[in-house]
T-cell receptor, first 113, second 117 residues
Framework: GQNIDQPTEMTATEGAIVQINCTYQ??????LFWYQQHAGEAPTFLSY????GLEEKGRFSSFLSRSKGYSYLLLKELQMKDSASYLC??????????????FGTGTQLKVEL | GAVVSQHPSWVICKSGTSVKIECRSL??????MFWYRQFPKQSLMLMAT?????????EQGVEKDKFLINHASLTLSTLTVTSAHPEDSSFYIC?????????????FGPGTRLTVT
């Protein structure tokens, strides 16, 4: 079956850097997404990796190693508003065409002063 | 950017009644939409994949006769929870797929909070 693991909770200090890891064991992999979700709201897209390496977008960077089944999301210059749940989602091919996302359990990040 | 709307944003219904939730892609056409359910402090669980003009594909364990999905046009998909029970109370989120680069990105609607009393 599909297995996606993330730490349940993390705490970091405002202005610091935090790395959220995600490991996966899936079949039919065709990309990995990171989403941010504030309580009671829908997820918002942060990043997408399909090839190995680092993708940087402002304060957020995401890394992927397909051979290791590993990704991380790096948040720099943390702000209080970054307190949210961060969801790792793997895109999988669907039999018959197309793809679908399978989500990890999410990492609840708390940013403190 | 790609905007997805849902209506209603929240609904309270009595046990045994049916509730319809709409999902619309506002500025693009979505051949595929997805319906998720999220219980408190849990991640999103895919319920079904909805393709325009064809029957939805349900994930294992999701009752197709209870959760009716209709994808009548390229911009609208509906989820009807039939004979709702308190255990159906949850946050229901739809998403629409947009082609980007070599694969697809999904954009999510704001979600619908269903409470069954």
């Amino acid at each position: 079956g599909q297995n996606i693991d993330q730490p349940t909770e993390m705490t970091a200090t405002e202005g610091a850097i935090v790395q959220i890891n995600c490991t996966y064991q899936t079949s039919g992999f065709n990309g990995l997404f990171w989403y941010q979700q504030h309580a009671g709201e829908a997820p918002t897209f942060l990043s997408y990796n399909v090839l190995d390496g680092l993708e940087e977008k402002g304060r957020f960077s995401s890394f992927l190693s397909r051979s290791k089944g590993y990704s991380y999301l790096l948040l720099k210059e943390l702000q209080m508003k970054d307190s949210a749940s961060y969801l790792c989602a793997v895109s999988l091919w669907i039999t018959g065409g197309g793809n679908k996302l399978t989500f990890g359990t999410g990492t609840q990040l708390k940013v403190e002063l | 950017g790609a905007v997805v709307s849902q209506h209603p944003s929240w609904v309270i219904c009595k046990s045994g009644t049916s509730v319809k939730i709409e999902c619309r892609s506002l500025d693009f056409q979505a051949t595929t939409m997805f319906w998720y359910r999220q219980f408190p402090k849990q991640s999103l669980m895919l319920m079904a994949t909805s393709n325009e003009g064809s029957k939805a594909t349900y994930e294992q364990g999701v009752e197709k006769d209870k959760f009716l999905i209709n994808h009548a046009s390229l911009t609208l998909s509906t989820l009807t929870v039939t004979s709702a029970h308190p255990e159906d109370s949850s946050f229901y989120i739809c998403s629409a797929r947009v082609r980007a680069r070599s694969s697809y990105e999904q954009y999510f609607g704001p979600g619908t909070r269903l409470t069954v009393t």
